[in-house]
C-alpha cells in the first residue's frame, strides 16, 4: 500500500491500516517519510503521557488501567509499548499484555508493541512517528510505556507531553536508582503496589526529595498511591495528569516540551542522514572502515581520524 | 599545563597530572584532541573490563575487592566509575567509595569518577579518553563501572574488552530486566551477595538462559558467585576475567571488540563534529532554530526539515 492509500486509511480510522502503517514507518525509508509529511499537518492533537518506571513496578497494569479509566470517560486510548528487542523479555511482556486483554477487543482502543533496535531500548524515531499516526487517526491520549529506567527510557518519555514515574514501596535500591536521573522527570509520581508495606514511606521519601530538588519549577510532581491490579487509585493518577496539562496549556511549559519534542526528532533524522552518507562511503580507501582500522591499531589517534573524516565528508 | 606537559606527566606516571589530563578530556575541546592523539601511540596495552548491573547489586564493592586482587598480584590497577549526573546521587555512590579507602591511599591505584552528561549515564568520549590516559599510564587492568542497567551503561561496557554483569540472588523482576539486553553482552556473571537464600537458583536461571540463548557463540559466560564485602569468591571471578581474556587472544574475538571500540569512538567524535556544525548555523534564518519552531507548531514536516537542513549543510 502506498504512504497516501494508508493516510487515508489513518484519517478514517481504520485499524487495519492504523497498524500497517504504524509496520511501514517501523521498516524506515522515504515511504515512511511520505506518510508522516502527508498527515503531520493533522497531528498535534493527542496529547502524549509517558509512563517509565523499574521493571516489577507494574507500568503494563497500570497503564491498562489508566487506558479503561479514558474510555469510561469516553476517550479513544493509543497505547505504544517500547519493547526491547531481546528475545528473553517476550514472555513477561506477553503476560502482563494477557491482563489487558479488555482492552485488546476494544476497536477504541490502539495497542501496539514496538521493538527498539539497541540492546536495551532506546529512542527510534518511528516510536513518534507511530505517536503521530494513532495522533492522525484521532487518539488522544497517547500513552508510551517503556521497559526499564536507561538513558533511552528518558528520552522516549522526554517526548512526551506528560511524564508518569510508577515506583513500588520498600525497595531502598529502588530509590536510589530513581534518584539517579528519574525523578527529575516526572511530571506525576505513581506509587503502585501501595498495598504492600513502606508505601506511605516511599510517598515520604519522594515528597522530601523533591523538597530539596535544585530543579524545582512552578509544577511540583503530585505523588498519587495506587494498586493498579485491583484498580485503587487510578481516578485520581488520572486527575494528577490532567491537572498536568492544564499546567501545560496555562503556562510556556507546554510549549516548550513541543519545542524540546521537535528538536530531538530533527536531531534524530539528521543524525541518521549524516551516518547514512557516511556509511555510503565506508569501504572506500579513504572511508570510515579503514580509519576504524587503523584506530584500532593505534596507528591513527581517534580525533585525527574523525577530523578527516568530517573534512572528506565536506569535502564531497 | 600544555598537552605536552600532560602527556610527559601521563608518561612518567605523575598521578597528580594524570588526574589532571582526565579533567582535560573531560572538559574537551582542542586541547584534549592534542593531548590523546600525542599519547594515542603508546595505549592499547591495558585491558579494559566494564562491570555493570543493578543499583543495589554491590557493583563498587566487588570493584574494590577485583582491584586489591589485582593488586596482590602486582597489578597498577585503573578504576573508573561513571556516576549520573544527578546530585541526588552523589551520597549514595561515596558511601560505596569509603569502604574503598584501603584502595584510596595505594599510589599504583588510580580511581576517578566522571560524571556523565546525559541525565542517566551515557557513553561520552571523555570515558574512552581517560582509559587512554591510565593506559598510557600503565594502568593494567582498567576497570570501568556503571551506575544502572540502561542502553548507555551498555554503551560504556560494550566499550570493554571484558564484560562482568553482577546480580544478586532472589530478585524475579530483576532477573527480568537483566534478560532484556544485559544477558547477551555478559563475558563474566557474577552473583555476588550469594550468601543470600536464592543464590544457586539465580546461577540456574541464568544458566539455563545461557542455553537457550540464540547468539551462543564459542565462549560460555562462566557464573561466579561472590560474597564482595568478604571478598569471598573474588579470586574466581578474577580467574574468570583472565580466562575471558585468554580467549579474547586466543580467538578474532579480541581484535573485532577493538574495531568495534575503535568504530564506536569514531561514530562519537564525528556526530559531535556534525552537531557542532549544524549549531553554529541554528539561529539563522533557514537554521536548526527556526525548523524546529516550524516543526513544533506542525507548518513544517520533521522528515522535509530535516532534509532541508542536511542540504543546506551540505552546500555550506
Known amino acids: 500500500l502506498s504512504a497516501s492509500e494508508l493516510a487515508r486509511g489513518i484519517r478514517s480510522r481504520d485499524n487495519r491500516l492504523v497498524g500497517r502503517a504504524i509496520t511501514l514507518v517501523e521498516r524506515g525509508g522515504p515511504e515512511a517519510a511520505r506518510l508522516i509529511a502527508e498527515i503531520f499537518s493533522e497531528t498535534g492533537r493527542a496529547r502524549l503521557i509517558g509512563v517509565t518506571g523499574s521493571p516489577g513496578a507494574g507500568k503494563s497494569t497500570f497503564v491498562g488501567r489508566l487506558a479503561l479509566e479514558y474510555r469510561r470517560l469516553g476517550k479513544r486510548v493509543g497505547v505504544i509499548a517500547i519493547d526491547p528487542s531481546s528475545p ?11 491482563r489487558m486483554s479488555e482492552l485488546y477487543t476494544d476497536p477504541d482502543v490502539f495497542i501496539r508493541s514496538m521493538a527498539t533496535r539497541g540492546a536495551l531500548g532506546g529512542l527510534s524515531p518511528s516510536t513518534i512517528d507511530a505517536a503521530d499516526i494513532l495522533d492522525a487517526a484521532g487518539y488522544d491520549p497517547i500513552m508510551i510505556e517503556t521497559v526499564g529506567v536507561g538513558q533511552d527510557e528518558v528520552d522516549v518519555v522526554r517526548a512526551a507531553d506528560s511524564i508518569g514515574v ?6 531502598g ?3 536510589q536508582a530513581i534518584k539517579a536521573g528519574i525523578l527529575e522527570i516526572a511530571d506525576v509520581f505513581v506509587v503502585n503496589k501501595a498495598d504492600r508495606d513502606g508505601a506511605d514511606r516511599t510517598v515520604a521519601e519522594l515528597s522530601m526529595n523533591l523538597d530539596f ?3 524545582a519549577g512552578p509544577w511540583r510532581p503530585p505523588i498519587v498511591k495506587t494498586v493498579a491490579t485491583r484498580g485503587e487509585g487510578i481516578a485520581a493518577a488520572r486527575e494528577a495528569f490532567d491537572r498536568h496539562r492544564e499546567h501545560l496549556d496555562d503556562t510556556g511549559a507546554g510549549r516548550q ?3 524540546d519534542r521537535a528538536r530531538a526528532r530533527l536531531r534524530a533524522l539528521l543524525q541518521a542522514r549524516f551516518f547514512g552518507a557516511i556509511e555510503a ?3 572506500s580507501a579513504e572511508g570510515l572502515d579503514e580509519a576504524v582500522g587503523r584506530v584500532a591499531e593505534r596507528r591513527l589517534d581517534p580525533y585525527g581520524a574523525a577530523e ?7 569535502a564531497r
Open 308 to 314: 578527516a573524516l568530517f573534512s572528506r565528508f565536506e
Open 166 to 171: 510508577i515506583v513500588v514501596p520498600g525497595l
Open 281 to 283: 562511503d565506508a569501504d
Open 257 to 259: 516540551r513541543r519545542l
Open 213 to 215: 530538588a535544585p530543579s
Open 173 to 175: 535500591d529502588e530509590i
Open 88 to 98: 528473553y523479555s517476550g514472555g513477561a511482556i506477553l503476560g502482563d499484555r494477557i
